[in-house]
Nanobody
């Protein structure tokens, strides 16, 4: 059974930092993508890690502020978020698939991912 569990969300002040974790079990995955969804908005791609070649991809809105990384020994992918802004609050989800996927494509097509976590809430407020 494939399971993704996000953690690390919470309340942070503008300009602050959070590190989200996505623990993957039941699947030797090809990579993990992070998405977020704010109330009343569509789910949007944030970042993606291609496990095979280690390449990383970011949405323009988070480039230079967020960093994705993975720890194969723990089968966990992290999203380090810095300089958080008022537009960053959302529920953050991680997702993966049992077949290889192109990060550039899945970030714009979240419906293509088969496995999802339940999400973790990120709130930015002073």
């Amino acid at each position: 059974q494939v399971e993704l569990v996000e953690s690390g969300g919470g309340l942070v002040q503008p300009g602050g930092s959070l590190r989200l974790s996505c623990a993957v079990s039941g699947l030797d995955h090809y990579g993990v993508a992070w998405f977020r969804q704010a109330p009343g908005k569509e789910r949007e791609g944030v970042s993606c890690l291609s496990r095979g070649d280690g390449k990383t991809f970011y949405a323009d809105s988070v480039k230079g502020r967020f960093a994705i990384s993975g720890d194969d020994s723990k089968n966990t992918v992290y999203l380090q978020m810095s300089s958080l802004k008022a537009e960053d609050p959302a529920v953050y989800y991680c997702a993966t698939d049992e077949t290889p996927f192109p990060c550039q494509v899945v970030l714009t097509a979240p419906q293509s991912m088969d496995y999802w976590g339940k999400g973790t809430q990120v709130t930015v407020s002073s």
